[in-house]
Structure formats: structure tokens, C-alpha cells
């Protein structure tokens, strides 16, 4: 099953509201990632908040993380045509003997101009 | 080039066909992965490497799908006797090591089976 799901699937704004994405997962993890992905192309890394961590910035990206709901949460503040793509969190699982990460299904976001 | 590179970009082959997936990457990291990713889908685990070794084949769909790493770089993943199912975009990432480490992307493989 699915590590982590995010919600909502889908998001649509207009350029300069800001967007908050929420990623839910199931089992203890070491950290958690979030990536966005353009249309046909790779994913790219854009932040990694660690168990012990409850909040982390960068840039126009604020990421929440609280292991007591197994949630996370992405914002990203005055947003902008070119932040329109795919965002997907990804979790480890801690003490699995492995290091593959888990994807969510990803929200699309749409940044209307 | 800097980053992770992968090809063929774009493979359609017909169904029964084997097909070899190539991923290049980034210089001195040694762990690499491969992921499957369907038409709207997340990112399916399918191996990932630390060096030449595998230590984790379970997202591996079938014993149609091999992968291996010479060298401590280039990887290729087979799958053998192909399938419409396989149809899908095959992503390749690296990380400097396992473990707590951001992995860098290459755009994939388009790969249809007709």
C-alpha cells in the first residue's frame, strides 16, 4: 500500500494565493521529502524535513511535519505561473533494513496566471 | 553532463520484444534507483543500487525485470518478453549514498508496448 497520499489530488489557484499541500503516511519514518515534477520531465528534490524536525523553510517553500498524526504539509506562498506541476512526498521507513522511499500519488497544482 | 541521464527518452517496441533502459549517473554517487511510473500515477520502487549490489529487489514486478550496475555507474534495467502492462515511464535517480539524502532525477524513459 501507498507510504504516503497526499491531498487534495488536485488544486487550482491563481498566481499570487497560496497553496498548501497535505501528504498523510502510515509507518515511523527517518524523513520525509517532498518533490515536484513538470510535465514530462524528472522529479525534483525540493525539501527534506527529518523526524525530529516540526518546520522548515526555503525560499517560498514551508514545510510542516508532525510524526504524532503521521502528516506533513507543503506550502508554497505567493505563488506563480512557473510553480504549476506535480508535487509528491516521499517517506523512508526507519528501522526497514531499506533505503528506498515510498511516493505519494501526488497533487497536481494548477497556477493560474 | 551533470545530471542523471537516461535513454532511449522514447521506446516503443511490440509486445514479446525484450528491451534494455540505460541510466548514466551523477558522477560519484553510489546509490541508484529505478522507479515506474504510470500514466498519472506516483513513483513505484522497483531496485535500487549502493555500488554494484542490490540489496533491495522487492519492487521488482516479475522475474521479467532485471537490473544491474557495472562499475559503481552506468545501470541497466531489462525486461524481457514485454507486456502491455509495462507500458509505463521508467525513472532512473542517484544519491551520494543511501540514506537521508535527496535523489536526483533523470527525465525517464517513455516506454510503450504495442
Known amino acids: 500500500s501507498q507510504q504516503g497520499e497526499e491531498d487534495p489530488q488536485a488544486l487550482s489557484i491563481q498566481e499570487g494565493e497560496n497553496a498548501t499541500m497535505n501528504c498523510s503516511y502510515k509507518t515511523s519514518i527517518n524523513n520525509l521529502q517532498w518533490y515536484r515534477q513538470n510535465s514530462g520531465r524528472g522529479l525534483v528534490h525540493l525539501i527534506l524535513i527529518r523526524s525530529n524536525e516540526r518546520e522548515k523553510h526555503s525560499g517560498r517553500l514551508r514545510v510542516t511535519l508532525d510524526t504524532s498524526k503521521k502528516s506533513s504539509s507543503l506550502l508554497i506562498t505567493a505563488s506563480r505561473a512557473a510553480d504549476t506541476a506535480s508535487y509528491f512526498c516521499?517517506?523512508?521507513?526507519?528501522?526497514?533494513?531499506?533505503?528506498?522511499?515510498?511516493f505519494g500519488k501526488g497533487t497536481k497544482l494548477t497556477v493560474n496566471p | 553532463g551533470a545530471g542523471v541521464s537516461q535513454s532511449p527518452s522514447n521506446k516503443v517496441t511490440e509486445k514479446g520484444k525484450d528491451v534494455e533502459l540505460r541510466c548514466d549517473p551523477i558522477s560519484g554517487h553510489t546509490a541508484l534507483y529505478w522507479y515506474r511510473q504510470s500514466l498519472g500515477q506516483g513513483l513505484e520502487f522497483l531496485i535500487y543500487f549502493q555500488g554494484n549490489s542490490a540489496p533491495d529487489k522487492s519492487g521488482l514486478p516479475s522475474d521479467r525485470f532485471s537490473a544491474e550496475r557495472t562499475g559503481g555507474s552506468v545501470s541497466t534495467l531489462t525486461i524481457q518478453r514485454t507486456q502491455q502492462e509495462d507500458s509505463a515511464v521508467y525513472l532512473c535517480?542517484?544519491?551520494?549514498?543511501?540514506?537521508?539524502?535527496?535523489?536526483?532525477f533523470g527525465d525517464g524513459t517513455r516506454l510503450s508496448i504495442l
Open positions: 535517480a542517484s544519491s551520494l549514498s543511501v540514506g537521508n539524502q535527496p535523489q536526483h
Open positions: 516521499a517517506t523512508d521507513a526507519s528501522g526497514g533494513g531499506s533505503e528506498k522511499l515510498v
